[in-house]
C-alpha cells in the first residue's frame, strides 16, 4: 500500500500485507502472511499471520482494547477527582 516505510534491515515474509502509512522498524521480522494495519508502527517482531495495528503495534484485538480504555479514561479520572473531593470534605 502507499506510503509505507521500511528499515532497510527488515525482514517480510510471503503473502503479508502492509496497509497505508505502516512504519516498520529495523532488524525485526514480519513472519509469513501477517497483516499490519494502516499506520500502525512496528517496532517488534510479528509472528505469521497474526494481524497487528496500533502505534506501538500489537496484535489487533489487545489494540483495540488498549483504544477503547483510553476512551473511558477521562471518565474514570472525574469520578476519581469526585470521591478524593467528597473525601476531604
Known sequence: MA???IAGSAEIGDGCVLAGQAGIGGHITIGAGAKIAGQAGVFGDV??????????ARPHRESLRATGALFKLSGMM????QLLEDKQR
Not at 48 to 56: A, D, H, I, Q, V
Not at 78 to 81: A, D, I, N, R, T
Open 3 to 5: 506510503q509505507v516505510g
Open 47 to 56: 509472528p505469521e499471520g497474526e494481524s497487528w495495528s496500533g502505534y506501538p
Open 78 to 81: 472525574k469520578s476519581l477527582e
